[in-house]
């Protein structure tokens, strides 16, 4: 896993070095003549970032002290879609004059995403999502395929995957069951704790980290045949060309990786890290 893990990082920045932009060409310098690394980690974002706290925020203090910096958090309100959020997060800054960040967490590294964006370089895999079920144990073993969700009360964020793959499982059969008036997978998995539901979905780091310390809860896979199962992997983004800066905070993601700090930074806010 370790020799893996750094193969990837090093490959994702292979290439970094082919297009680096003249104005960018000290990304790594300009930070540390401003005295701090400003990082856009998304805003009331369970359990990423809740007020300052969060997976995102620890490991936004982990890329500060690999530059030699302290941390500046830049803490934006998610727009339309990521297009936006790019734009504004890290290569041109937002119209209301914030912006841009010398890194944004959080980044989706999806091909198609990646080549839609050439103003960014996205890298530093750090952790891999995935849409998943809580399920009570006094119920039973959980099920193993949508025809076990059946008749069931399910608490789900509607305009999430989570909601849009069980809308659709079994020709639409769960729809009747499903509670789709949550924000998202932490308030739906609050809704199975407080009894209104008999299960919820959504994204495993909500569920996770909000059932934990709850041994009754589990969460495994969503058992829907649409869902994706190996998820997808999130990673940072910088302004394409501050090669130098992506180098350095992507070694410390690869050193984080390979040995246990990732993992326990995921365990302190009750999250399994997936690689």
């Known amino acids: 896993m370790i020799d893996r893990r750094r193969l990837l990082a090093a490959g994702t920045l292979a290439g970094l070095g082919a297009a680096v932009g003249a104005q960018e060409a000290g990304a790594l310098e300009r930070v540390k003549r401003a005295g701090r690394l400003v990082v856009a980690v998304y805003q009331d974002f369970p359990p990423f970032n809740v007020q300052g706290k ?54 989706p590294m999806e091909r198609p995403l990646i080549e839609a964006h050439p103003q960014v370089e996205v890298f530093g895999p750090y952790y891999r999502e995935r849409v998943m079920l809580a399920w009570d144990r006094e119920r039973g073993p959980a099920p193993q395929d949508a ?89 940072c983004a910088v302004k394409r060309g501050a090669t130098d800066l992506a180098r350095v905070i992507n070694q410390r993601l690869a050193d984080l990786s390979g040995g246990p700090a990732l993992r326990e930074i995921f365990q302190r806010h009750g999250v399994t890290w997936r690689g």
């Open 54 to 107: 969060g997976i995102d925020v620890d490991l936004a203090g982990q890329l500060a002290d690999a530059v030699g910096v302290p941390l500046s958090l830049l803490p934006f309100t998610a727009g339309e879609n990521i297009s936006d959020d790019l734009r504004a997060a890290v290569w041109r800054g937002h119209f209301l004059g914030w912006g841009p960040a010398d890194v944004m967490l959080h980044v």
């Open 147 to 235: 025809a076990g969700l059946r008749g069931l009360t399910i608490a789900v964020a509607g305009a999430t995957m989570a909601g849009w793959v069980l809308a659709g499982a079994e020709g639409g059969a769960l729809r009747e069951g499903l509670r789709t008036g949550h924000a998202d997978g932490v308030r739906a998995a609050r809704s199975l704790l407080a009894g209104e539901a008999q299960a919820a979905a959504g994204l495993a780091s909500e569920l996770e980290s909000t059932l934990a310390g709850q041994p009754r809860y589990e969460v495994v896979a969503l058992p829907v045949a649409r869902a994706p199962r190996n998820g997808w992997v999130l990673g």
